[in-house]
């Protein structure tokens, strides 16, 4: 006798249609494909952060003031500009806004960050390890199903 999690609730699939049954699947498929969606962006937005960091640590300092250098507007758009005070960055915070930061403050802001995601990502793993475990059973039992109705 299969039972699966959905939503929190226990449910026994033998009890359930094939309709039924479809309908399950087609439920957790989506489910799947958003979880997936996310973790790829916030992916994404971990590497952006990580570059953000290796650019503060690597490419700031007493030796780059005044020398040119380019600042990204987008990601492909590139200006050229000058390091004018080498201990202080602008940092984007989030929808848009910037903050000035001393390199060692932006660094923990942008570790921070990191570990966060990073905490973040691990728990939305196990969150589509178990979705794809649930979707795993319920076309095992379909399939059981579907056979089972045309022998």
Do not use: W
């Not at 300092?61 to 380019?70: E, I, Q, R, W, Y």
């Not at 500009?81 to 942008?110: H, I, S, W």
């Not at 059973?137 to 579907?146: A, G, H, N, P, T």
Request: proline share 3%; net charge neutral.
């Amino acid at each position: 006798m299969e039972s699966t999690q959905l939503q929190g609730q226990t449910i026994d699939l033998a009890s359930l249609s094939a309709q039924q049954l479809r309908s399950v699947k087609k439920q957790l498929d989506d489910e799947l494909e958003h979880l997936t969606d996310s973790f790829t962006k916030l992916r994404a937005a971990q590497t952006k952060f990580k570059e953000c960091l290796l650019s503060i640590r690597d490419g700031v300092s007493d030796m780059t003031a005044g020398k040119p250098l380019l600042v990204p507007l987008t990601t492909s758009l590139y200006v050229p500009g000058r390091l004018a005070v080498p201990d202080k960055v602008l940092v984007d915070v989030g929808t848009g806004f910037y903050v000035e930061k001393t390199t060692n403050d932006a660094l923990l802001f942008y570790t921070s960050k990191i570990s966060g995601l990073a905490q973040n990502l691990k728990d939305l793993e196990a969150i589509v390890q178990g979705k794809s475990k649930n979707l795993r059973i319920v076309e095992d039992v379909l399939r059981q199903k579907v056979t089972s109705t045309t022998t």
